[in-house]
T-cell receptor, first 114, second 112 residues
Framework: GDSVTQMEGPVTLSEEAFLTINCTYTATGYPSLFWYVQYPGEGLQLLLKATKADDKGSNKGFEATYRKETTSFHLEKGSVQVSDSAVYFCALQYSGGGADGLTFGKGTHLIIQP | KAGVTQTPRYLIKTRGQQVTLSCSPISGHRSVSWYQQTPGQGLQFLFEYFSETQRNKGNFPGRFSGRQFSNSRSEMNVSTLELGDSALYLC???????????FGQGTRLTVV
């Protein structure tokens, strides 16, 4: 079946450091890919998405590129802030009917120190 | 525009009891999905409702059930609660099936 693998962390960085959170996937078809963020005590917020190979999703300084050849969707940010501390989830989903919702990775806990 | 509303936010139940959780989707959204989040298993898909019909179900026992009303509001029910059902239950609404999902804040269920 389909699956998503990501580093679980915690990942600890200093403010203004460069961030990379790796995400790879296994899929039988051609899913859309997502990054969600979860702040303490909250639900999930969509951070960015890409719907086909070579698409780049971006939002709030975060970027990720859908790489079909390496089945990856790594999340990057050039300069992190303390407010970026949260848990980040990589996920995939097929469009159209018949699919089983979002398939999530285990989540990566990111801690940014001042 | 109001977001996805889940009630209650916190719940404590005893083993063997049953529980009902509620989810009000974003106005105009017709698809509601439910997910269970635990430290051990992460986020797992429970089921999806669209137009008052269950369209898909994840790998959960029959004790987990749900329904959707004509106004798209959804409820999920867990019967004969077990300690392992303690989790954060998240509801997500989408305009149509498998389009962008917007999540509620979740209901944290503790079974004692």
């Amino acid at each position: 079946g389909d699956s998503v693998t990501q580093m679980e962390g915690p990942v600890t960085l200093s403010e203004e450091a460069f961030l990379t959170i790796n995400c790879t996937y296994t899929a039988t078809g051609y899913p859309s890919l997502f990054w969600y963020v979860q702040y303490p005590g909250e639900g999930l917020q969509l951070l960015l998405k890409a719907t086909k190979a070579d698409d780049k999703g971006s939002n709030k300084g975060f970027e990720a590129t859908y790489r079909k050849e390496t089945t990856s969707f790594h999340l990057e940010k050039g300069s992190v802030q303390v407010s970026d501390s949260a848990v980040y989830f990589c996920a995939l989903q097929y469009s159209g009917g018949g699919a089983d919702g979002l398939t999530f990775g285990k989540g990566t806990h990111l801690i940014i120190q001042p | 525009k109001a977001g996805v509303t889940q009630t209650p936010r916190y719940l404590i139940k005893t083993r063997g009891q049953q529980v009902t959780l509620s989810c009000s989707p974003i106005s105009g959204h017709r698809s509601v999905s439910w997910y269970q989040q635990t430290p051990g298993q992460g986020l797992q898909f429970l089921f999806e409702y669209f137009s008052e019909t269950q369209r898909n179900k994840g790998n959960f026992p029959g004790r987990f059930s749900g329904r959707q009303f004509s106004n798209s509001r959804s409820e999920m029910n867990v019967s004969t609660l077990e300690l392992g059902d303690s989790a954060l239950y998240l509801c997500a609404s989408s305009l149509l099936r498998n389009t962008e999902a917007f999540f509620g804040q979740g209901t944290r269920l503790t079974v004692v």
